[in-house]
């Protein structure tokens, strides 16, 4: 089995405190990982770093033998945008200086703005470059990582309040045609046949959650164990090959929560690979191939869920004693 | 001015708001971006496409600008001049947006309301960019030499066809829709004939019912272009198309309240004639002061009763808007028809009653200018008639704005709309599934800012004369009202918010006229007051507009 998500030495401050504090552990392609710690002990800063969501003060992630920061740099859309605007921008100065400040006709007009523009796109490409060579810098642009395959759920709810259970389900799934503007437009059909798909789609995971008879439900009136459902699914309908659940099932009753747990297995035999942060000691004993134990930042204890259980380390900082 | 002027200045009016209000919905309304500055579009739109059909600037005269293409062929033309001005906004906006759009919302207001500003002074104080503090003139909107139309001529034909044509397409797509829920009238044969026969078989050969609306259209005009041209047969022509416009706005009327019962009735009936009531004392007391009192007092015991009316009876306020919509069609109704002719009545001359009723019947034509055809009608007497320009800008206004309506809701009505509906809702999530929200910002400023732009030349044709005022940031907060009121993120709810302004605009400019000359002009400004007391009590009452968030069939049809 190959090590899919290389985590090393990762750091994050907080002013004073240190939420994460040089973790290092990795993750098996095709497990279930459970990550386990008392309150605090750093997880879900863990989580937003390797997701994405924050920069590390240190440390290095390798998502499939590739570094994070790396992955993240900015999408072909971006540099066009910033690239675009930077040549549009110099394009004009250079136009207006070269009929008004140099006194050219037209055709040198036109000459200068080519050449603002050109110097515009240049500069733009020049410091990306010099960004990029800059030792130890970091980004922040998750979606590259869920473009990538590599996904999470927020352990706090987020969902779209105002759309509807489907229409949340339905904006997960990657690269929709309909998400490109001229196709909304000029590729109506390929635009509507892909859709009756997606809907298909959400409409199976929807009756696997149970929540297929709040679809229509504005997902604000969703109960707090529903939304953790939505919350799963959503991640689910992006059929990426790296999931990491935040408390999934916080909340959730108990016959739902071992169906969630079979489809979770059923999941990892396909070869998807989870990582979970779950309170519930059953359920994340039972689920899992490893367990990682952390406690003030730092990985105390890595290893099978029995070896775990009789560890005296993790019986003090969390287990505690019956 | 006839009545039908009136209506017809609003309709122009209305739909530069809409495509104006339609650009701030998909900033604000779809994205959640809150642009104060969605004016500064509208102006750069409006002077861009002013300075490239004014002729070149004569450095003798007293004006400045630069561009004037006006004088060369195809750049010098509207349809040029639109077209640059609304690309050259959306890159405009694409590029206010990049440096801002990381900002909280609040702050994102504040930094483009600044930036709009920004341009409103520019065009201000540069003198050589576009003639400074004062107004830019000399140019005239498009066709308008065509106009009044010679009915002799092609090109007097063809103008008028343009006109038939876009209203013939509307009406007969408007009477396509109701056509299917009413079995009570004979709408199906009135619709066969309308088609010309093409009626509900050609559906499925052309497409849509859009598609059938728009070869009636066609025939129509064509039908009516060689009637201009063969016989000069204005009045006939105008008289039907107007007619068949009366029948479906009526159907439509009737279609709306189909379902309501006597008590209903009789209570919108009555809050439109009280409101009718209430206004009796401008027109009817000498003393200003009397009638101004006796018509608040009048309006305050109205709305009470009507307060009253919802607080305590239940099946009152659970058709409280109903009740208001009625009697303002009621008002409206009596306003338009019965009103004109209370003059000519009182003097007892009925060729004078018939005369006006006429003239407001048939709406599509302007009579009794000295330009104009003679006609001589039976107990009327002797009417001129014309065409009037501005039912044909009517018709150029209408067009733009159902086109840009259709392509945006295109736009939105789709996986792309889902993406800009989840960015107003939380944007992690949006990031957390692989898509990113930077980008779509950027799209939805371009979008929008650009319907800024073509808002902005309609209103440079329509007003045929431009100052930095046209960019003063009470705009942004008029289309800002108009898309709260409809609906935010509803692009049906921004039209009917534009009509419902202009129409309380238009009103109490009406109003306005009862009073002496003197306390007009304080009498318009103190409406600015009115309606911010009317957007407060909306917003309070109705969060989410009118016609609230619209109900997404999550992109495409649910089949
Ligand atoms: N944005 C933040 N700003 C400041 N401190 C933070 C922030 N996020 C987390 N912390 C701190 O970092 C530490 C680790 O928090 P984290 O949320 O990672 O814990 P956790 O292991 O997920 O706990 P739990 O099991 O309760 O969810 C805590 O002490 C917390 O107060
Ligand atoms: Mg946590």
Redesign the interface.
């Given at each position: 089995m190959t090590t899919v998500l290389e985590v090393e030495g990762l750091e994050k401050h907080y002013g004073g405190i240190t939420a994460v504090d040089g973790a290092t552990f990795g993750i098996e392609e095709g497990s279930i990982t459970g990550l386990i710690g008392p309150n605090g002990a750093g997880k879900t800063t863990t989580f937003n770093l390797i997701?994405g969501?924050e920069e590390p003060d240190g440390g290095t992630v390798r998502f499939r033998g590739e570094d994070l920061q790396d992955l993240m740099e900015p999408?072909r859309?971006?540099r066009v945008?910033?690239g675009g605007?930077s040549a549009?921008?110099a394009g004009t100065i250079g136009g207006i200086a070269g009929v008004a400040g140099l006194g050219l006709g037209t055709v040198g007009g036109l000459g200068t703005l080519a050449v603002g523009a050109g110097l515009g796109a240049g500069f733009y490409a020049g410091q990306e470059r010099v960004r990029q060579a800059r030792e130890g810098h970091t980004n922040s642009?998750?979606?590259m990582l869920?473009?990538e395959g590599l996904?999470?759920?927020?352990q706090i709810t987020?969902?779209?309040?105002?759309?509807?259970v489907?229409?949340n389900l339905?904006?997960?799934p990657?690269g929709?045609?309909?998400?490109?503007?001229a196709?909304?437009?000029l590729r109506?059909d390929l635009?509507?046949r892909e859709?009756?798909e997606?809907?298909e789609q959400a409409r199976e995971m929807l009756e696997l959650l149970e929540l297929d008879h709040v679809s229509d439900e504005r997902a604000g009136n969703l109960s707090g164990g529903q939304r953790k459902l939505l919350e799963l699914g959503?991640?689910l309908m992006?059929e990426p090959e790296v999931i990491l659940l935040d408390e999934p099932v916080a909340g959730v009753n108990p016959s739902l929560t071992r169906k969630l747990m079979d489809r979770i297995e059923t999941l990892r035999d396909e070869g998807y690979t989870f990582c979970i942060v779950e309170h519930d000691m059953e359920v994340i004993m039972n689920l899992s191939d490893t367990i990682i134990v952390m406690s003030e930042g730092d990985v105390l204890v890595e290893g099978e869920p029995e070896a775990i259980q009789e560890d005296e380390a993790v019986i003090d900082a969390y287990l505690g004693v019956d | 001015m006839a009545v039908s002027d009136v209506v017809v200045s609003f309709a122009l009016l209305v739909a530069i708001y809409g495509v104006l209000s339609l650009g701030l919905n998909v900033k604000f309304g779809h994205t959640g971006l809150l642009d104060f500055g969605h004016v500064g579009f509208f102006l750069v739109g409006a002077y861009t496409s002013a300075l490239f059909v004014l002729p070149p600037d004569d450095p003798a005269d007293f004006t400045n600008y630069v561009i004037g293409f006006g004088e060369i062929p195809l750049v010098g033309t509207w349809a040029f001049g639109i077209i640059v001005a609304t690309i050259l906004t959306g890159v405009i906006g694409g590029l206010v947006a990049l440096p801002t759009i990381r900002l909280r919302e609040d702050y994102l207001a504040i930094t483009l309301l600044g930036i709009s500003v920004i341009f409103q002074r520019v065009v201000q104080s540069e003198s050589w960019l576009a003639n400074g503090p004062d107004a830019l003139r000399g140019y005239s909107p498009p066709f308008q030499g065509l106009f009044p139309i010679e009915p002799g001529t092609l090109v007097g034909a063809v103008a008028f066809s343009v006109v038939v044509f876009v209203v013939w397409a509307v009406a007969t797509a408007a009477l396509s829709l109701q056509r299917e829920n009413d079995s009570r009238l004979p709408l199906d044969r009135i619709y066969a004939v309308t088609t010309f026969g093409l009626g509900t078989r050609a559906a499925g050969v052309l497409g849509s019912r859009f598609a059938v609306a728009g070869v009636a259209g066609l025939i129509a005009a064509v039908i009516s272009a060689a009637l201009l041209l063969a016989a000069s047969l204005v009045l006939l022509v105008g008289a039907l198309v107007s007619v068949y416009g009366w029948l479906v706005v009526l159907v439509a009327i009737g279609q709306h309240y189909a379902d309501l019962d006597r008590r209903e009735l009789a209570l919108g009936v009555g809050f439109g004639t009280g409101l009718l009531v209430a206004l009796l004392p401008l027109p009817i007391a000498d003393r200003i002061s009397v009638s101004i009192v006796g018509t608040l007092a009048l309006l305050g015991a109205l709305v009470y009763a009507y307060y009253h009316a919802i607080t305590s009876y239940e099946w009152v306020a659970d058709v409280k808007l109903t009740v208001v919509g009625l009697g303002a069609v009621w008002f409206v109704g009596i306003w338009y028809v019965l009103l004109p002719i209370l003059g000519p009545l009182g003097s007892g001359s009925l060729s004078g009653v018939l005369g006006t009723l006429f003239r407001n019947v048939v709406w599509f034509l302007q009579f009794g200018s000295s330009a104009g055809i003679g006609y001589s009608i039976a107990v009327i007497g002797d009417v001129t008639v014309q065409l009037d320009y501005s039912r044909f800008q009517l018709a150029l206004f209408l067009l733009s704005l159902g086109a840009l309506y259709t392509v945006l809701e295109a736009a939105v009505q789709s996986p792309f709309g889902r993406v800009l509906r989840a960015i107003r809702n939380d944007e992690a999530v949006v990031k957390s599934l692989g898509k990113d929200p930077f980008v779509y910002k950027v799209q939805s400023m371009v979008i929008g800012s650009a319907l800024g732009g073509f808002a902005g030349a309609m209103w440079a044709m329509y007003s045929q004369g431009l100052t930095f005022r046209t960019g003063a940031p009470e705009t942004t907060f008029i289309a800002l009202l108009i898309v709260f009121v409809g609906g935010v993120g509803n692009n049906k709810g921004v039209l009917l918010g534009a009509v419902l302004y202009w129409g309380f605009q238009q009103a109490t400019t009406q109003l306005a006229g009862f009073f002496p000359p003197a306390l007009r002009v304080n009498v318009l400004a103190f409406r600015l007051v009115v309606v911010g007391v009317l957007f407060l009590i909306v917003l309070y009452y109705m969060p989410d507009g009118l016609l609230g968030r619209e109900e997404y069939s999550s992109g495409v049809g649910d089949s």
């Open positions: 997701s969501f999408s859309d971006e945008i910033w605007a549009i921008t642009r998750p979606y869920a473009r996904v999470r759920t927020f987020r969902e779209l309040t105002e759309m509807t489907l229409e339905m904006l997960a990657q929709q045609a309909g998400e490109n503007l196709n909304t437009w109506r635009m509507e859709e009756a997606v809907r959503r991640v992006i | -």
